[in-house]
């Protein structure tokens, strides 16, 4: 629903000045940050206010002539959209951290301003990273699924053991803010020693988690659980593949909840499948929604969860402020709060 303007005036004196901008909202927005938009009084926008993505050939559509939009990351922004949308649209803000759904280069090209959500996120994905890690390592699955169904005799001596924190080391690929979050979390468990690797060393956050730079094998084959945390870029895409797992030690425990891409699944699934690893814990996948019929869901030790490490209402919320806040940012052409270099 378009607001009116009429509507729009009563939020802001100031803002009745200026002429409204029209945006469109790809998706179902988290009420705080709907709200932020409705008070501004700065915009008209138009919501596709259901739970599913809008389907392309609408989008295309809805798009045509905004100034903004502000989109969630099942919606590929791409020169096909950027063409639809024509040359008035002077801000994308995407409702994620991740910006593998952007064509850079096209926002770049056109002089799009972008704006994305880091920071407000990084303390839900780091506690979901951390359930995700326990729940694999310690066969919680696996576990309630013998307790509901039956499979529940006596106590037996090494009945769904698992591998344990303490004294371990823990494994980062790609460390930034949700890396060091998840080791600040990992700590108090009495990880022995945490190992990662990256383009280049980070020592300014390293230190914060006395973290040590090492290579990609020394990272595959020293880690007893191995998280992933970098982005999806054209040289992450399939990284942890056959020779990674390969590298890997039979024990250890794999767990992603940056991007599904980054995996060649085909080569986690037979990593898995023959023991070459102990279990994965996924929350991002290719595709997703993943098939139910994906032969990652045959195995006991794959954990998937459908992505959901940033799923508190808090932090959903904060999202949405904060793209909404980049958003009115952009248009009235200020500084964002979080804004991409082009
Ligand atoms: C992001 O923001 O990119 C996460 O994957 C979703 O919460």
């Given at each position: 629903m378009w607001l009116s303007r009429v509507a729009a005036r009563s939020f802001s004196v100031a803002a009745a000045a200026m002429q409204s901008a029209r945006v469109y909202v790809t998706r179902k927005v988290p009420p705080d940050g709907l709200e932020v938009l409705r008070k501004s009084g700065r915009v008209q926008f138009e919501l596709w206010d259901t739970d599913d993505p809008v389907p392309r050939a609408e989008l295309l559509k809805k798009v045509r002539g905004v100034d903004g939009l502000l989109c969630v990351l099942t919606e590929k922004v791409d020169a096909e959209l950027l063409d639809a949308a024509g040359p008035g649209l002077k801000v994308v803000s995407t409702m994620s951290v991740g910006y593998d759904h952007l064509s850079l280069e096209e926002l770049k090209k056109r002089g799009i301003r972008v704006g994305y959500t880091p920071d407000v996120l990084t303390d839900a994905v780091a506690e979901l990273t951390?359930?995700?890690?326990?729940?694999?390592?310690?066969?919680?699955?696996?576990?309630?699924?013998?307790?509901?169904?039956?499979?529940?005799?006596?106590?037996?001596?090494?009945?769904?053991?698992?591998?344990?924190?303490?004294?371990?080391?823990?494994?980062?690929?790609?460390?930034?803010?949700?890396?060091?979050?998840i080791a600040e979390r990992l700590k108090p468990f009495k990880v022995k020693k945490f190992i990662y690797t990256d383009v280049a060393p980070r020592p300014e956050l390293a230190n914060m988690i006395n973290a040590e730079y090492v290579s990609m094998d020394e990272l595959a084959q020293q880690s007893d659980f191995l998280t992933i945390c970098c982005a999806l870029t054209p040289e992450t895409q399939g990284i942890c593949n056959k020779n990674l797992f390969s590298k890997m030690k039979e024990t250890s425990i794999f767990i992603n909840t940056s991007r599904g891409g980054v995996v060649n699944q085909d080569d986690l699934y037979e990593a898995l499948a023959t023991g070459q690893i102990a279990g994965a814990g996924l929350d991002v996948t290719t595709p997703e929604p993943l098939p139910t019929s994906h032969p990652l869901f045959t195995l006991k030790n794959c954990v998937i969860l459908p992505h959901i490490a940033s799923a508190s209402y808090t932090t959903r919320n904060a999202m949405s402020v904060l793209a909404a806040n980049n958003l009115l940012a952009g248009l009235r052409g200020e500084p964002m709060e979080k804004e991409l270099k082009l």
């Open positions: 951390v359930a995700l890690l326990l729940c694999t390592s310690r066969r919680l699955v696996e576990a309630t699924h013998e307790a509901k169904t039956g499979g529940w005799g006596t106590w037996r001596t090494l009945w769904l053991c698992g591998y344990e924190l303490a004294n371990s080391t823990v494994g980062i690929l790609g460390l930034g803010r949700i890396g060091v979050a």
